[in-house]
């Protein structure tokens, strides 16, 4: 996992 931000990003955009 070098970048989780791909999840954070998708989870953020989910919720948004």
Known sequence: ???P????KSL???LG
């Open 1 to 3: 996992q070098s970048k």
């Open 5 to 8: 931000w791909h999840c954070l």
């Open 12 to 14: 953020i955009k989910a």
